[in-house]
């Protein structure tokens, strides 16, 4: 043993094997089984040190280090009944002192009391005995496997336990000694497998230390993290010797990670008349349905090579290459044939034939929607500075690629092959353009569109969704939301935020429901209501993740909500201010003030205030005041010049404090005080124009 081992701790080692994981879900298992494996080491009062974890196509694995082998005694209490009524008045044990007694298995002599928030009550302290991890970890084990967040489970055999995948081997040791796991009708050993193809014989783990490097020489980089750093290296080595550079997003190098356990890189290659398929396509097949890496030469063109990871070093890697160009050479064929079909049918000539397209029970036909998209476009250019009739026109034509070959074969290339289409078709750039980019952002991570025609007839195509699904009734709720409508709300509100287009929400909304037509939107005002509070939900998620206050969400919403971009720069100005302003946590707790004097007032006036009414000096100054600063004020909220604004604002503090000090707001004298509520409503509607300040927190 080594001078600086502790004799108390030893690590640990836990290793589940199984056939193929998915490559999409092994991250995700990775992490969780470290969550996991922390909580019920922490809830078992066994102490560790640092958990990493593996995970390859063929395992996940935990290695713990310096597990305790002793749990940490741990006392729990129970409490009984108050002492008071503990003893009767003869001074005799009450039946519930004694039952209290009797199921701590106790007698009452050995009860003692403890001091809670109600007094003092009996109470029985006992000291859990210390467990030895050897006993614990097994279950333990089961735990861990057992919450892991699997999308999906399966059954092999004849067993009722389930996996992701078939489970073939398990490993639980603790130093050198194998613990007694069962699980999957399979006793846990001290050894694993190596590689499938290099090293399918078993691997005698001595140490859990000596996992990792004794996996290596099976063949199996079992780090994902060194796994895919590995990947990246080979990749981009290979294709600078090429004088290319690859396409390669986290996300597909996350894939191939997933599915080698001993990447090798080799080139592949394809016949260059293919490349007269727009890259798209090309991108799309090698990589959606090959995990190919695509290459570009230095103009950024594809090349007709590409690289690929096989999970095999082969003797002869040519067999391997001329395998993968086969399957490739198959899919793209099917795209150069369907390319040159397509082709010979214009998008306006495939119009007529999405009458026969369903959209959406209740809905129509894709046809019917692609007529009320041209009225919304339309009616939208205006907004989003796109001339009316190109708009239209790329709305009439936008969902014809739906009956092309190449959308058929590959449907996440909707949009895009129809701008293809239209190009060849002759259509304008706007049309074109429009088109192409108007199912953006599909998801999350995706860029919204980049040309005004296209962000306008996205905008359309989404709320015409939304508002339609809202009038038949198919609204999410809960976590489920099958027509990913909260999606779609969230790209209205990229789109916008990202292109700054003054876009009335609500005037948006009702063009759209007004397409629609009354025998689809059978209460408009309930629809219109409903798809509005729905956006203000996703807006409050939006701007959360973006890093606000909901307290200050909130203000902000609750004045001209349906304004986003303008609502973006309110709380822009607003955070702004109550972070970096001196004055801004009594100015607001000032304004709160005044808010909710007027509120419990109800004032509604529509004129200034009279200063021959003024009775104390400050309500001079203070309207005197006012008066300097109106001008300046609203000149910053018309420009929408938030941050100016309340800049300005914040000036008014000290005349306001010696306003409410000298003088009484709610005077006898009604015309007097409403004189005075009259003075405070002009404050107050300049703070408006920005945020509701009695909503937020801790001012």
Request: hydrophobic share 40%.
């Amino acid at each position: 043993m080594s001078a600086h081992e502790n004799p108390l701790q030893k690590d640990c080692l836990l290793e589940i094997g199984c056939e193929e994981l998915p490559a999409r879900e092994q991250l995700p298992i990775r992490d969780a089984a470290i969550e996991q494996m922390t909580r019920l080491l922490n809830e078992a009062g066994l102490s560790f040190g640092q958990i990493t974890a593996y995970v390859t196509p063929r395992r996940l694995a935990l290695w713990i280090q310096n597990l305790a082998l002793l749990s940490q005694p741990r006392e729990s209490i129970r409490r009984g009944p108050p002492l008071e009524r503990a003893r009767d008045g003869a001074g005799n044990i009450t039946p519930a002192a004694e039952g209290f007694a009797r199921s701590c298995g106790v007698a009452f002599t050995d009860l003692s009391t403890l001091d809670t928030e109600k007094g003092l009550v009996l109470a029985w302290r006992e000291v859990e005995a210390a467990r030895s991890s050897h006993s614990l970890l097994p279950d333990i084990a089961s735990q861990t496997i057992a919450a892991l967040p699997l999308r999906k489970r399966m059954h092999w055999g004849t067993r009722q336990d389930s996996f992701i995948r078939p489970v073939r081997w398990l490993l639980l040791r603790q130093g050198q000694q194998v613990l007694d796991w069962q699980a999957f009708g399979l006793q846990a050993g001290g050894q694993s497998f190596g590689h499938r193809v290099h090293h399918p014989e078993a691997i005698q783990i001595h140490q859990p230390a000596d996992y990792a490097a004794a996996l290596l020489d099976g063949h199996v980089m079992a780090d994902f993290d060194a796994r895919r750093a590995h990947i990246s290296h080979k990749i981009s080595a290979i294709a600078e010797d090429l004088r290319a550079s690859p396409i390669l997003p986290a996300a597909l190098l996350d894939e191939i990670t997933g599915l080698n356990e001993w990447p090798v890189i080799l080139i592949g290659s394809f016949a260059e008349d293919y490349l007269r398929i727009p890259e798209e396509a090309l991108i799309t097949v090698m990589m959606q349905h090959q995990r190919y890496v695509p290459l570009r030469d230095g103009n950024g063109r594809l090349i007709s090579q590409y690289l690929f990871a096989a999970n095999i070093h082969s003797q002869d890697a040519q067999i391997v290459i001329h395998g993968n160009n086969r399957v490739l050479r198959a899919r793209l064929a099917d795209a150069a044939f369907f390319w040159d079909q397509d082709r010979q049918k214009s998008l306006a000539a495939r119009l007529p034939e999405l009458q026969n397209v369903l959209f959406q029970e209740g809905l129509g036909s894709v046809y019917d929607k692609t007529l009320r998209l041209q009225k919304v476009a339309r009616s939208l250019s205006s907004r989003c500075n796109v001339k009316a009739d190109d708009l239209e026109r790329a709305a009439a034509l936008c969902k014809s690629d739906l009956l092309s070959g190449v959308v058929g074969e590959f449907p996440e290339l909707q949009g895009i092959m129809g701008g293809h289409y239209a190009r060849h078709d002759g259509e304008n750039a706007e049309v074109v353009a429009a088109i192409a980019q108007h199912y953006l952002p599909n998801g999350r991570d995706d860029d919204t569109p980049q040309s005004p025609a296209g962000q306008c007839l996205a905008i359309a195509d989404k709320l015409d969704t939304l508002c339609g699904f809202f009038a038949i009734g198919k609204i999410p709720t809960g976590d489920r939301d099958p027509f990913a409508l909260r999606r779609a709300a969230l790209s209205v509100l990229r789109i916008i935020l990202d292109a700054e287009l003054d876009l009335p929400l609500d005037e948006a909304v009702g063009m759209t429901l007004g397409a629609l037509g009354p025998h689809i939107v059978k209460d408009p005002t309930a629809i219109r209501t409903g798809v509005l509070d729905f956006f203000q939900d996703r807006m409050r998620v939006y701007f959360r993740e973006e890093g606000f206050r909901t307290d200050q969400i909130n203000a902000v919403l609750s004045r001209q909500p349906h304004q986003i971009l303008d609502a973006r720069k309110r709380l822009e100005a607003l955070a702004r201010f109550l972070t970096e302003h001196q004055a801004a946590e009594a100015l607001a707790a000032l304004i709160k003030r005044v808010n909710n004097l007027l509120r419990k007032e109800n004032v509604e006036v529509q004129h200034d205030p009279d200063p021959q009414l003024f009775e104390d000096p400050a309500e001079h100054r203070l309207w005197e005041h006012w008066q300097v600063m109106a001008g300046p004020v609203h000149t910053h909220l018309q420009n929408a010049q938030y941050a100016s604004a309340l800049d300005l604002l914040a000036g008014l503090r000290p005349t306001v404090d010696t306003f409410f000090d000298k003088v009484m707001v709610l005077a006898e004298n009604p015309e007097i005080r409403q004189n005075r509520l009259t003075l405070l409503t002009r404050l107050q509607d300049a703070f408006l124009r920005i945020a509701d300040f009695t909503q937020l927190q801790g001012s």
